[in-house]
């Protein structure tokens, strides 16, 4: 069964800090992964995406790092804000034109507080 | 502007009722999803289409039916038999090509609860 895992479920941290969420997978076959915002009520939306080429992505405060040999991707938020309050989902995609799908981690409820 | 149109927003179901939730999009996406959400689980995949008149079933695809005749819409039929259904639906779109890094692009969901 193809799974990732997301970690940890939930996420506590203080306005200006780092939150840090982690996904590990085991389908070397993977070839994207995206990493999605929810607001309550809402649809996710795509944040940020990578590549397994390619170590890291940074855009504005979010970084994702990628660690292949590992198979693990975590996702960064730099001087988190309250405003970052949301669930996040890391997904990978798996398949070939035609038959694409993503897999996606059970999510992170970040709150980050004032 | 381009998206996906989910209604209704809230729905309520009675028990034995069969319902439909719609979904449509204007994006020229070739393939669609609908995925369930319940607190914990994340989003479990229920049905696919990659093109008009296919469909796949997913993970979760007992006591559900979908249908595809036309490429922007994707509806989901929530039958009697579904014995749990209350949850928040969301739909998806993308392009289904290889080269595509635009991942899915979700409504806004529908919260469906049986009363």
């Known amino acids: 069964q193809q799974q990732v895992k997301q970690s940890p479920q939930s996420l506590i941290v203080q306005k200006g800090g780092i939150s840090i969420i982690n996904c590990a997978y085991e389908?070397?076959?993977?070839?994207?992964f995206p990493w999605y915002q929810q607001f309550p009520g809402k649809g996710p939306a795509l944040l940020i995406a990578i590549r397994p080429d390619v170590s890291e992505k940074k855009e504005g405060r979010f970084t994702i790092s990628f660690n292949k040999s590992a198979k693990q991707f975590s996702l960064h938020i730099m001087d988190s804000q309250p405003g970052d309050s949301a669930t996040y989902f890391c997904a990978a995609r798996s398949g070939g034109a035609g038959s694409y799908q993503l897999t996606f981690g059970k999510g992170t409820k970040l709150s980050v507080i004032p | 502007d381009g998206g996906i149109t989910q209604s209704p927003k809230y729905l309520f179901r009675k028990e034995g009722q069969n319902v439909t939730l719609s979904c449509e999009q204007n994006l020229n996406h070739d393939a669609m999803y609908w995925y369930r959400q319940d607190p914990g689980q994340g989003l479990r995949l229920i049905y696919y289409s990659q093109i008009v008149n296919d469909f796949q079933k997913g993970d979760i695809a007992e006591g559900y039916s979908v249908s595809r005749e036309k490429k922007e819409s994707f509806p989901l039929t929530v039958t009697s038999a579904q014995k749990n259904p209350t949850a928040f639906y969301l739909c998806?779109?993308?392009?289904?090509?290889?080269?595509?890094?635009?991942?899915?692009?979700f409504g806004s969901g529908t919260r469906l609860t049986v009363v």
């Open positions: 998806a779109s993308s392009i289904d090509r290889r080269g595509n890094d635009y991942g899915y692009t």
């Open positions: 389908n070397t076959a993977f070839d994207y």
